[in-house]
């Protein structure tokens, strides 16, 4: 069987080459790379989120995190604060700044990525979109971690 054939090579691939180019494209145009763009995503939507779990739903440690958001605070980006309900807990926001920055980061990557989509026709767009939904779905849930195990 052809590596070409194989979905979940094809996906692992794709995933893999399309986060090595916007990392590039991104750290080129303003000076972030993935990771951090991943993370001010993370906290645009999940706005009371903790390290640990933007580590967790990254896929990345703690430690990572933590190294991240200090550089994305250094920048003017994220701002944290002791929790008032607990001393020991950080509350990291996205700035005004870091918002803009965020959808202006948004918005480089569409453009980067709109040439490959634009070979879909807009019929097959939300076939993808809807079956990458389920599929990621499927993944993050406590069940597929549970099957990990087995």
Not at 44 to 51: A, E, L, R, T, V
Not at 65 to 93: M, Y
Request: proline share 3%; hydrophobic share 35%.
């Amino acid at each position: 069987m052809s590596h070409t054939n194989n979905i979940g090579f094809l996906l692992q691939h794709l995933s893999f080459v399309l986060a090595r180019q916007s990392d590039q494209v991104l750290q080129e145009q303003l000076g972030i790379g993935f990771s951090q763009f991943k993370i001010l995503m993370a906290l645009q939507w999940h706005p009371d989120i903790q390290q640990k779990q933007i580590a967790e739903r990254l896929g990345q440690t703690e430690a990572s995190i933590s190294r991240q958001i200090k550089l994305l605070q250094d920048q003017g980006l994220l701002t944290a604060n002791v929790n008032p309900q607990n001393r020991r807990e950080h509350l990291t926001r996205p700035t005004t700044r870091g918002e803009r920055f965020t959808d202006k980061a948004m918005e480089v990557l569409n453009n980067y990525h709109a040439p490959m989509f634009a070979r879909l026709s807009d019929k097959q767009q939300q076939q993808l979109q809807e079956i990458l939904g389920v599929m990621h779905d499927h993944a993050c849930t406590e069940n597929h971690d549970n099957r990990l195990t087995k």
